[in-house]
């Protein structure tokens, strides 16, 4: 059950990106967040953004986030 909420919860949150994102926002992060990855490929069928990724060591995820 809290697998699923959470599950429809980044769904929910990945359909609001068009109203977050707009066409030539750049945008700063760092790590990874999957949620945020389905954020941002939702919002880049509507717009063109640029995303900057800052990397957070010792773990490296920003290259996730970055590919």
């Known amino acids: 059950m809290v ?3 959470i599950d429809l919860t980044r769904e929910g949150l990945a359909e609001k990106a068009s109203e977050h ?3 030539g926002d750049l945008i700063l992060t760092y790590g990874c967040s999957h949620t945020l990855i389905e954020f941002f490929i939702e919002a880049k069928a509507n717009a063109k ?3 900057i990724v800052c990397e ?3 773990s490296f995820s920003g290259h996730i986030t970055a590919k």
């Open 49 to 51: 953004f640029e995303v």
């Open 56 to 58: 957070s060591a010792p």
């Open 3 to 5: 697998k699923e909420d």
């Open 21 to 23: 994102i707009n066409d």
